[in-house]
């Protein structure tokens, strides 16, 4: 008989509904937001780095996956073994300390070298979307972790609520017409916080915590900090 976990609610691992649950949190992790949005900005962007060779592109959208996801995967894997979190999953607020400051100084980096004047190494794009894209993820993963001392702020929704802003705060800049990705963002951020609801990963009040967290992190750094000249 296909029952509920009596102890959680987690839906019976045999489950359509488990299933759907999983699939999304994995599929649609907050750690490859980063690489996802950098397709999307040579996409959408094409005049803005139509000096880029496609092989930059590439190495540059390489790294930015290695930095952003493999680096901090084998941190908290190493961690995990290591004893000094309880689980991979990070379902408690302690266990997340340790990941937010990793995964803070990886970003950080990222940022100090798009927001370099001279800079002109090609690793990354010497451009304001790029570089506040960067700073806008960063500046939502410290909130999130001051918060973290008071709620669980839902990661997988700071990821997409950013991916979401991201594309909602430049749509102006883009001779593209994205408006089916926008939709397609929203639609996905949708099914990742059911899912995570699902899961009993996070209440209601975490996952809008999380999202709304990260919309407001991209407006103060694509509008409001332009406007006082920061960063602009």
Do not use: Q
Request: net charge positive; charged share 10%; aromatic share 16%.
């Amino acid at each position: 008989m296909n029952v509920a976990n009596i102890n959680d609610g987690v839906p019976a691992r045999n489950t359509m509904k488990y299933w759907f649950a999983r699939i999304f949190s994995n599929l649609f992790h907050p750690f490859f937001i980063p690489t996802l949005s950098m397709f999307v900005l040579y996409f959408c962007f094409p005049y803005r780095f139509a000096e880029y060779e496609y092989k930059t592109k590439v190495v540059s959208i390489g790294l930015i996956f290695a930095i952003t996801v493999i680096y901090p995967t084998i941190a908290i894997v190493v961690m995990s073994k290591l004893g000094m979190i309880n689980s991979i999953n990070l379902r408690e607020r302690k266990d997340r300390i340790i990941p937010y400051v990793v995964t803070l100084t990886f970003y950080t980096w990222i940022c100090y070298m798009a927001l370099k004047p001279s800079n002109n190494n090609m690793l990354f794009p010497n451009d304001f979307i790029f570089s506040h894209m960067m700073l806008a993820m960063t500046l939502s993963i410290i909130i999130a972790f001051v918060a973290n001392n008071f709620l669980k702020v839902s990661m997988h929704m700071l990821g997409h609520g950013g991916f979401v802003g991201f594309l909602l705060f430049t749509a102006k800049f883009s001779p593209v017409n994205y408006e089916w990705i926008f939709v397609l963002a929203l639609l996905v951020a949708g099914c990742v916080g059911t899912a995570r609801l699902i899961l009993k990963a996070h209440t209601l009040k975490e996952i809008i915590a999380g999202f709304s967290i990260a919309i407001l992190a991209e407006y103060i750094v694509f509008v409001i900090l332009p406007a006082w000249g920061i960063f602009s």
